[in-house]
């Protein structure tokens, strides 16, 4: 899964921004609060996005796949190069986190940016 297949399903989402973060990482947000990240300056690219609580474990023992640095207490995962997972999964755990994290942002917000 190339960088541009994942701006693509990430685009596709309500509200989306991105933006470059720390210099070197693709950072997709809706209301400002982070989604994805993905590793620009990484051979292979890599990726972290949230997952659901009760998928946190058993996704982080797939091979290729860890609790992301930093961010693991929110249930955030890191994927070492993103063509180890098909582009039918990245769409399912991209929205997945989309929805996660947007469903966290105050209900004003959610209307604010029509959510």
Request: aromatic share 14%.
């Amino acid at each position: 899964m190339s960088i541009e297949e994942i701006q693509t399903i990430c685009r596709q989402f309500s509200a989306v921004t991105e933006d470059i973060k720390w210099g070197h990482d693709l950072v997709f947000s809706v209301g400002e609060k982070m989604f994805c990240v993905v590793g620009l300056d990484q051979s292979p690219v890599t990726a972290s996005f949230k997952v659901r609580d009760d998928e946190f474990e058993e996704i982080c023992n797939w091979p290729g796949f860890k609790p992301a640095p930093y961010v693991a207490r929110y249930k955030w995962v890191w994927i070492e190069d993103t063509n180890k997972m098909k582009k039918s999964d990245w769409e399912k755990y991209l929205h997945q986190s989309y929805e996660l994290v947007k469903n966290k942002l105050p209900l004003k917000l959610r209307k604010q940016l029509g959510l």
